[in-house]
């Protein structure tokens, strides 16, 4: 599997995610800059990481969903190539239309950094396919807007059509309906509230975020 990571002015979490993917498929990951307006060809994932794109000004991804190269991730990602953004990712790919809903602040108003515990709500997609259905697992949150929203239609579709990827079972943010992660209709497209790069390695004292890579290897790779 040959993934690429696109790199925004302030993203903090970019070099995470290229080692998390580098650790599990033993392939270098390519860094893509939000000035480049190609996506390469052969290129098997694409990953908008967390962090603070543009600074946040305006709403949390809003400017780094109008930057050249998500003109080319949106085509790539009509075309099938899976795209995994990961908190601020997530915030991106619902600003250029991939996903649906919204972000608000914190329900507490605070930045919320901590492991919270998230059920899987699929484990056939290429994202979650080496989770059991219902497990429990541990993953870290850093996030000052990662209160997702959407009006109750766009809810129960995505309730409906089985596309509540994860879900909080203490939820950190005031996320409607404890959501912390949503597909796209295809379930090719993923956004994650929290960061499975940060849960990868035996140093990082668990493990649990690793087997989103892992299900992306044997399903892409």
């Known amino acids: 599997m040959k993934a690429a990571v696109v790199v925004f002015p302030a993203s903090n979490c970019d070099r995470d995610a290229a080692t998390a993917l580098e650790v599990v498929t033993g392939r270098k990951t390519q860094m893509l800059w939000h000035g480049d307006t190609e996506v390469p060809a052969g290129i098997d994932l694409i990953v908008l990481p967390g962090g603070f794109s543009y600074g946040d000004y305006l709403r949390c991804g809003a400017m780094a969903a109008r930057s050249p190269i998500m ?97 909080y079972l203490d939820n950190p943010n005031g996320s409607v309906r404890d959501i912390a992660g949503v597909f796209n209709e295809t379930r090719t497209v993923l956004g994650m509230m929290p960061h499975p790069e940060r849960h990868v390695e035996a140093i990082h004292h668990n493990q649990d975020g690793r087997r989103f890579f892992e299900s992306l290897l044997g399903a892409v790779g």
């Not at 080319?72 to 990712?89: H, L, M, Q, S, Y």
């Not at 515990?117 to 080496?130: G, H, P, W």
């Not at 996030?143 to 129960?156: K, M, P, Q, R, S």
């Open 71 to 167: 003109r080319a991730v949106v085509e790539r990602a009509k075309a099938g190539t899976p795209v995994f953004g990961i908190c601020n990712g997530w915030q991106i790919l619902a600003e250029c239309g991939l996903l649906p809903g919204g972000f608000l602040r914190n329900a507490g108003l605070k930045f919320v950094n901590r492991p919270v515990t998230v059920r899987v709500e699929d484990s056939q997609s290429i994202f979650t396919n080496a989770y059991a259905h219902g497990e429990a697992i541990s993953i870290p949150v850093a996030n000052g807007e990662g209160n997702f929203f959407a009006d109750d239609e766009t809810l129960d579709r995505l309730e409906g059509e089985g596309r509540v990827a994860v879900r």
